[in-house]
């Protein structure tokens, strides 16, 4: 799974903006559309899902 990938910014309505991310991704941290995920802004800005992560070594 890449570690790193450029996303465009995408309309979302007439105030909202927001970026798409990859389907590996969202399978990989287990997400799906209505998913809550944190976002956090301290110089860059990190998305970090608030589901479990998948045990990928077991």
């Known amino acids: 799974m890449p570690q790193k990938e ?3 910014i995408v309309r979302i309505g007439k ?5 798409t ?3 590996a991704w ?3 941290f287990a997400l799906n559309a209505g998913d ?3 976002v956090v802004s301290n110089g860059s800005i990190i ?3 608030l589901t479990k992560i998948r045990q990928a070594e077991e």
């Open 47 to 49: 998305v970090k899902p």
């Open 6 to 8: 450029n996303r465009k």
């Open 36 to 38: 809550q995920v944190e």
């Open 15 to 19: 105030t909202s903006m927001g970026i």
């Open 21 to 23: 991310l990859p389907k």
């Open 26 to 28: 969202l399978r990989y």
